[in-house]
């Protein structure tokens, strides 16, 4: 079992940067595909980047290619996420999740733990 909690989040402007970091318990973090998600309101929860247990390759929602950045210290049970460009449509609560030995995929249905959120807001 993995308690995620989340931190980072805050008010910036448009074109600027902000790094979310995930702290995770547990004694095999290692084990686990890491995620994060996002959810604006009144909409639904979506993918935004993972970070896949095994070798560490990583995939992106189209909307954050080339700005976005997902990073894990497995030392430190740390993942991270570096956000530059930043836009107001990226304006959402963000939430740290975590599978068991995934693939890594964008459904937020396969991600077993679920961290509280970080609020970051962009303003134009």
């Known amino acids: 079992q993995v308690q995620l909690v989340e931190s980072g989040g805050g008010l910036v402007q448009a074109g600027g940067s902000l790094r979310l970091s995930c702290a995770a318990s547990?004694?095999?973090?290692?084990?686990?595909?890491m995620a994060w998600f996002r959810q604006a309101p009144g909409k639904e929860r979506e993918f935004v980047a993972c970070?896949?247990?095994?070798?560490?390759?990583?995939y992106y929602a189209d909307s954050v290619k080339g700005r976005f950045t997902i990073s894990r210290d497995n030392v430190k049970k740390m993942v991270y996420l570096q956000m530059n460009s930043l836009k107001p449509e990226d304006t959402a609560v963000y939430y740290c999740?975590?599978?068991?030995?995934?693939?890594?995929?964008?459904?937020?249905?396969?991600?077993?733990?679920w961290g509280q959120g970080t609020q970051v807001t962009v303003s134009s």
């Open positions: 547990g004694r095999t973090f290692n084990g686990y595909t």
């Open positions: 999740a975590a599978e068991w030995r995934g693939i890594g995929t964008a459904a937020a249905g396969t991600y077993d733990y």
């Open positions: 970070i896949r247990w095994s070798d560490g390759t990583t």
